[in-house]
T-cell receptor, first 112, second 115 residues
Framework: SQQGEEDPQALSIQEGENATMNCSYKTSINNLQWYRQNSGRGLVHLILIRSNEREKHSGRLRVTLDTSKKSSSLLITASRAADTASYFCATDAKGGSEKLVFGKGTKLTVNP | GAGVSQSPSNKVTEKGKDVELRCDPISGHTALYWYRQRLGQGLEFLIYFQGNSAPDKSGLPSDRFSAERTGESVSTLTIQRTQQEDSAVYLC?????????????FGPGTRLTVL
């Protein structure tokens, strides 16, 4: 089964609004990563948060991690039409193989 | 420098034929990963290489799938006797090391269509 599960599956907002996407996972992790994908092709790494971190910022992105709830959120502030994409969380598994397990993603649409 | 490249970008084949998909990682990246993404789905891990060795092949769906890596560089994913359910985008990624503290850099993918 999927290690990471994002919700919502789809999100549509207006330019300038904030977008929040959530990710839940099942087993203990070393770190959690968020990726962005345009048009069903290559993914671009956005941010990595380690299991001993609670919050991380990068530009308009803010990621939180709550290991007690096994969940993470990605906040995009002041969204732009160019932020339209699918967003995936990916987790490793502590003590497991060196592979990332991706969720099904949240499809974000930012309307101009 | 150049990013991860994959070829071909699109491949249409007939059921039962064999296909080879190629990945050229970023120079110096020792770890290389293959994923499959079906339409509207997340990424499904297939296999990863550390150097030329594949410590984890657990994601390969069947014995029709195989992969190799040579010279700690280029990798080839081979699908024999393709089936329609093999239709998907196949994504390759590389990273500085297999330790998952490193980000993965993805190629643009190969879209495989099996008729």
């Amino acid at each position: 089964s999927q290690q990471g599960e994002e919700d919502p599956q789809a999100l549509s907002i207006q330019e300038g609004e904030n977008a929040t996407m959530n990710c839940s996972y099942k087993t203990s992790i070393n770190n959690l990563q968020w990726y962005r994908q345009n048009s069903g092709r290559g993914l671009v790494h956005l941010i990595l948060i380690r299991s001993n971190e609670r919050e991380k910022h990068s530009g308009r992105l803010r990621v939180t991690l709550d290991t007690s709830k096994k969940s993470s959120s990605l906040l995009i502030t002041a969204s732009r039409a160019a932020d339209t994409a699918s967003y995936f969380c990916a987790t490793d598994a502590k003590g497991g193989s060196e592979k990332l397990v991706f969720g099904k993603g949240t499809k974000l649409t930012v309307n101009p | 420098g150049a990013g991860v490249s994959q070829s071909p970008s699109n491949k249409v084949t007939e059921k039962g034929k064999d296909v080879e998909l190629r990945c050229d990682p970023i120079s110096g990246h020792t770890a290389l990963y293959w994923y499959r993404q079906r339409l509207g789905q997340g990424l499904e891990f297939l296999i990863y290489f550390q150097g030329n060795s594949a410590p984890d092949k657990s994601g390969l769906p069947s014995d029709r799938f195989s992969a190799e890596r040579t010279g700690e560089s280029v990798s080839t994913l081979t699908i024999q006797r393709t089936q329609q359910e093999d239709s998907a985008v196949y994504l390759c990624a590389s990273s500085f090391g297999a330790n998952l503290h490193y980000e993965q850099f993805f190629g643009p993918g190969t879209r495989l269509t099996v008729l």
